[in-house]
């Protein structure tokens, strides 16, 4: 019983940190500016990556 | 004078005489829709098949019945007592439910108690009944097709199943055949269970109660019988326990994972003040034409920094429609200084159309997030018939480093014009809620394991309910 308290005790707390850390979480700011800027280092100014790409996901159904 | 009837001599044919032997059958049946096969006992000579419903197939088929015989809570010449009554057990019958292929069966402990009368003990699947000889009142099996009457009441035969002895073993009141059938109706009146045991030659009635294996073991089990008892169920009360508060912390989780996932603070004023930079311009790219928009939200104050937040996107259908078309936008959010810093003292609307236009070709990203994502409306035709639907919202979880005052640069593209007004956002501080979700999912899993040990559990030869 004992060992069972522990594992509903180390299990709630550590969901308890992780979701008050928002870990796994996109992270807006200095930390997606900084990503960001190391990601354009790397791509070729004129490509149109470098423009981005503003059409989304292109998720539509497409039919059944 | 005890007898057995577990060794069983060859078995004949009725029609030519020659050996039974085990066999197989296999038939199409109607109510399970599908072939099946079942075991059945044949002639090795004329070829005759004997199924579940004839005395010989017991007879060549009884080993299979009784491979687990010495597994029983009672055995021959056992003394106890229960609430102060003596009894010795002399006896046992086990029966197969004859409409089983599978084996099914129960096992009838003949007692004797001090009294002089006969008791009987059955042992079904883990549980005990006691049962002593009664003489109703009132009896009439032949009352009706489907029913008959006892003691008044009408009691219907439907549930009544037809067992077949396949083992005897001790002193018993009768001389039992393998493979007799007894037709059983077992109901119960005034909360006392009945069994009416109709054979070729008699009716016995009984009736008698559940007992606890506590009680049973008690009266005839001998002490390493009891310390395993005890064992068992400790084990199995500590693993109620541990399923209990698996529950309790599985129910817990789910209050967090709903309270977090329902309770938020929207940010205000995200949508008071907007300008739209350029309208349904028209743009072609690679042989596919769109019509491109630029809306400018803000500022507005983001109050707290280190925490989650939640962006909503959606089609606002009150507006504008969206009717078999689709529509991307990109939203991004900018920070107040990040962007005056960028356009210096020109932040006209032809200065932020130009500077939003070319957005991305900075070096150092000027905004602070940015979300992508398509609302689309479409209908057609398939093998089920008309179809629509369409998916008009989009979202995303972020965390903001920063508070501060923002803007909010939203840009769209359509394929046909369409107001820009018409897609709007909202942002909500939030509380994440998916580990919540996940740990839900453990605690049930190790609730049930738990669960299921605790009915398991058996440290004692015998099944236990």
């Given at each position: 019983m004992i060992r069972s308290l522990l594992v509903v005790l180390l299990l709630g707390g550590g969901v308890f940190a992780l979701s008050q850390w928002h870990v796994g979480y996109p992270r807006a700011g200095i930390r997606y500016i900084t990503s960001q800027k190391e990601e354009r280092r790397s791509i070729r100014p004129g490509s149109h990556y470098y423009y981005g790409s503003h059409y989304g996901t292109r998720g539509f159904r497409g039919g059944k | 004078?005890?007898?057995?009837?577990?060794?069983?001599?060859?078995?004949?044919?009725?029609?030519?005489?020659?050996?039974?032997?085990?066999?197989?059958?296999?038939?199409?049946?109607?109510?399970?829709?599908?072939t099946v096969t079942i075991p059945v006992a044949k002639c090795v000579s004329c070829g005759r098949e004997y199924d579940q419903h004839t005395e010989e197939y017991y007879r060549v088929f009884a080993d299979s019945f009784i491979q687990d015989k010495d597994n029983s809570a009672f055995k021959l010449g056992l003394k106890g007592s229960i609430s102060g009554v003596g009894y010795e057990i002399i006896g046992r019958l086990r029966y197969q439910d004859e409409d089983e292929y599978e084996r099914a069966v129960w096992d009838e402990w003949v007692a004797v108690s001090d009294e002089g009368s006969y008791h009987y003990f059955v042992e079904e699947e883990g549980e005990v009944y006691s049962y002593e000889e009664y003489v109703p009142s009132?009896?009439?099996?032949?009352?009706?097709?489907?029913?008959?009457?006892?003691?008044?009441?009408?009691?219907?035969?439907?549930?009544?199943?037809t067992?077949?002895?396949?083992?005897?073993?001790?002193?018993?009141?009768?001389?039992?055949?393998?493979?007799?059938?007894?037709?059983?109706?077992?109901?119960?009146?005034?909360?006392?269970?009945?069994?009416?045991?109709?054979?070729?030659?008699?009716?016995?009635?009984?009736?008698?109660?559940?007992?606890?294996?506590?009680?049973?073991?008690?009266?005839?089990?001998?002490?390493?019988?009891?310390?395993?008892?005890?064992?068992?169920m400790g084990r199995r009360k500590s693993y109620k326990r541990r399923a209990a508060l698996y529950l309790a912390a599985s129910v817990l989780s789910l209050a967090a994972a709903v309270m977090n996932c329902v309770t938020g603070d929207e940010v205000p004023g995200v949508l008071t003040a907007s300008q739209i930079l350029s309208s349904n311009q028209y743009q072609s790219e690679g042989g596919s034409a769109s019509y491109f928009s630029q809306v400018l939200y803000g500022p507005f104050?983001?109050?707290?920094?280190?925490?989650?937040?939640?962006?909503t996107v959606f089609?606002?259908?009150?507006?504008?429609?969206?009717?078999?078309?689709?529509?991307?936008?990109?939203?991004?959010?900018?920070?107040?200084?990040?962007?005056?810093?960028?356009?210096?003292?020109?932040?006209?609307?032809?200065?932020l159309r130009a500077l939003f236009s070319d957005i991305d070709s900075f070096g150092e990203p000027v905004e602070s997030y940015a979300v992508?994502?398509?609302?689309?409306?479409?209908?057609?035709?398939?093998?089920?018939?008309?179809?629509?639907?369409?998916?008009?919202?989009?979202?995303?979880?972020?965390?903001?480093?920063?508070?501060?005052n923002y803007y909010a640069y939203l840009e769209l593209y359509n394929n046909q014009p369409r107001n820009p007004a018409s897609v709007r956002f909202r942002i909500e501080r939030t509380?994440?809620?998916?580990?919540?979700?996940?740990?839900?999912?453990?605690?049930?899993?190790?609730?049930?394991?738990n669960r299921s040990k605790a009915r398991s559990y058996n440290e004692l030869p015998f099944m236990m309910a």
């Open positions: - | 004078m005890p007898q057995e009837s577990g060794q069983i001599k060859p078995q004949k044919c009725g029609g030519c005489g020659a050996d039974l032997v085990k066999s197989y059958r296999s038939h199409y049946d109607a109510e399970e829709e599908e009132s009896i009439d099996l032949e009352a009706g097709p489907d029913s008959f009457e006892f003691e008044g009441r009408t009691i219907s035969k439907r549930n009544a199943y067992g077949r002895i396949v083992f005897a073993e001790g002193e018993l009141p009768w001389r039992p055949a393998i493979g007799e059938p007894v037709r059983c109706y077992d109901f119960k009146k005034d909360g006392v269970h009945f069994t009416i045991e109709h054979s070729e030659d008699e009716v016995s009635i009984t009736r008698g109660e559940k007992i606890e294996y506590d009680t049973v073991i008690g009266a005839f089990g001998g002490e390493s019988e009891k310390d395993k008892y005890a064992r068992t104050r983001i109050e707290q920094g280190d925490s989650l937040y939640d962006v089609a606002d259908t009150s507006a504008e429609p969206l009717r078999l078309g689709w529509e991307s936008f990109r939203l991004m959010l900018v920070k107040e200084e990040r962007l005056a810093r960028v356009t210096g003292a020109g932040s006209d609307p032809a200065s992508t994502g398509d609302f689309w409306d479409e209908e057609g035709r398939d093998d089920e018939g008309y179809w629509h639907e369409n998916d008009l919202s989009a979202s995303s979880s972020f965390v903001l480093d920063e508070p501060g509380s994440s809620y998916r580990y919540y979700l996940v740990l839900v999912a453990v605690f049930l899993v190790l609730m049930f394991v």
